[in-house]
């Protein structure tokens, strides 16, 4: 019985996981009478929700920087952005950690530039009022600036400044 409740401890995050797997799974059940929701449901949005809220959680912890540290919280973050697009705060978060991973070379290549600003401008546009969406658009834009051509870097210019509310490019 013991050895059903305690799993392994090699893995502080696979315990949290279990743990918290099992208590969301009681009171789903107990609140709505049902295991897993169906797909394109109310409820499966919120159960997307909160799992990728947990991955967010889970992958802003502390900066280890190390090559193995932003591969395993890119992937958590790129589950998160698939289980719920429209979360601003995936988004933004893996805009950001790819920009510390590109500025310190922590991927054994270099990060185009292109999808980091594409997720840093989603992210404001989702959430305007994010000041760390903003930040994490200036620096994904200042890297698209800096690591490309000339009309690579007006393309960059045209799409990002439009999301920042005191800038034009008229």
């Known amino acids: 019985m013991v050895g059903a409740l305690r799993p392994e401890m090699t893995d502080i995050f696979a315990v949290q996981d279990d743990i918290t797997g099992r208590i969301v799974g009681q009171l789903w059940d107990s609140r709505c009478g049902c295991n897993e929701p169906s797909a394109g449901s109310r409820k499966a949005r919120a159960w997307n929700e909160s799992r990728a809220y947990d991955l967010v959680l889970r992958a802003t912890g502390p900066a ?37 991973g590109w500025a310190h070379r922590l991927d054994g290549e270099v990060e185009p530039p292109q999808p980091i600003l594409e997720n840093a401008i989603r992210s404001v546009e989702l959430d305007p009022d994010d000041a ?39």
Do not use: C
Request: proline residues 4%.
């Open 132 to 170: 760390f969406a903003h930040r994490t658009a200036a620096w994904a834009t200042s890297l698209a600036i800096n690591s490309t051509s000339s009309s690579t870097r007006r393309n960059s210019l045209s799409t990002s400044l439009p999301t920042a509310p005191r800038f034009s490019l008229s």
């Open 64 to 100: 280890l920087g190390t090559g193995q540290w932003y591969q395993t919280n890119k992937e958590l973050l790129e589950r998160a952005i698939a289980l719920d697009p429209q979360y601003s705060r995936a988004r933004q978060e893996y805009a950001w950690l790819m920009v510390r």
